[in-house]
C-alpha cells in the first residue's frame, strides 16, 4: 500500500515568508508526527497528534510554528515569516497507534529560507 | 546527561568484517527500543526492534541489556550497502514525548 506521503519534496521561500507543508499519512493510522533534522544532525521531535488533537505540542521551536490536523488524516506545519534558521528537512511520520510502534516515515520536505 | 547517546563515528570498516556499536539511554523507564537506518538525504526506516532476549535478523543481532541501561547492534559480515546511518530509538510508551531518537552512529563500510 502507500507509504507516507509529503509535499512538496522542495521548498525554497525568501526569509520572512509563510510556508505551508503538507503530510499524508498512512491511511488507518492513528498517530502522526512531525520532526525536523538540520543538515548532519538528529531528529529534533516537533508535535505529535494521535487523530486531530495534538497532546504534545511541546517541540514546537517557536509561536511562528503550527500545526493542524483535519479528519484524523492529513496534517499540514506552518511556518510563519520563516527564518534562516528554518531551513531543514521536515519529516513526517505515521504509526498505528502512539508510543511503542514503528513509525514510518515520509521523503521530507526540503526547506531552504534565502 | 542527554537521552539517547549515540557514538556519531564515522566507523570505518572494511567490507566482510563484524562491527557493532552501542547506544545508551537515561530513562530507566523505558519500555520499548528500535534500531532505525537512515540513507544520506533519506528517510529513517525501522531496521529493527530490539527484544529483552535479544534478536537476529540475518546478519544484525540486536541486545538489550537493561542493567547498563544499553542496547547494541551487531552487523555480520559487512556489506558496502550496509553503509548508512544507524539511528537508536527509545520509547517509554507515553506517546511522541516517549520516543527519543539518538544522532545515529555513521558507519561507512569500505571495500
Known amino acids: 500500500g502507500a507509504g507516507v506521503s509529503q509535499s512538496p519534496s522542495n521548498k525554497v521561500t525568501e526569509k520572512g515568508k509563510d510556508v505551508e507543508l503538507r503530510c499524508d499519512p498512512i491511511?488507518?493510522?492513528?498517530?502522526l508526527y512531525w520532526y525536523r533534522q538540520s543538515l548532519g544532525q538528529g531528529l529534533e521531535f516537533l508535535i505529535y497528534?494521535?487523530?486531530?488533537?495534538?497532546?504534545?505540542k511541546s517541540g514546537l521551536p517557536s509561536d511562528r510554528f503550527s500545526a493542524e490536523r483535519t479528519g484524523g488524516s492529513v496534517s499540514t506545519l506552518t511556518i510563519q515569516r520563516t527564518q534562516q534558521e528554518d531551513s531543514a528537512v521536515y519529516l513526517c511520520?505515521?504509526?498505528?497507534?502512539?508510543?511503542?510502534?514503528?513509525?514510518?516515515f515520509g521523503p521530507g520536505t526540503r526547506l531552504t529560507v534565502l | 546527561r542527554k537521552e539517547v547517546e549515540q557514538d556519531p563515528g564515522p566507523f570505518n570498516v572494511p567490507e566482510g568484517a563484524t562491527v557493532a556499536f552501542n547506544c545508551t539511554y537515561s530513562?530507566?523507564?523505558?519500555?520499548?527500543f528500535f534500531w532505525y537506518r537512515q540513507d544520506c538525504r533519506k528517510e529513517p526506516k525501522l531496521l529493527m526492534s530490539?527484544?529483552?532476549s535479544g534478536n537476529e535478523d540475518g546478519r544484525f543481532t540486536a541486545q538489550l541489556n537493561r542493567a547498563s541501561q544499553y542496547i547494541s547492534l551487531l552487523i555480520r559480515d559487512s556489506k558496502l550497502s550496509d553503509s548508512a546511518t544507524y539511528l537508536c530509538?527509545?520509547?517509554?510508551?507515553?506517546?511522541?514525548?516517549?520516543?527519543?531518537f539518538g544522532k545515529g552512529t555513521h558507519l561507512i563500510i569500505q571495500p
Open positions: 511520520a505515521s504509526s498505528l497507534d502512539r508510543g511503542m510502534n514503528e513509525q514510518f
Open positions: 491511511s488507518g493510522h492513528t498517530a
Open positions: 497528534f494521535q487523530g486531530n488533537s495534538a497532546p504534545d
Open positions: 530513562n530507566s523507564a523505558s519500555q520499548s
Open positions: 530490539v527484544y529483552s
Open positions: 530509538v527509545v520509547s517509554s510508551g507515553g506517546g511522541a514525548d516517549g520516543l527519543t
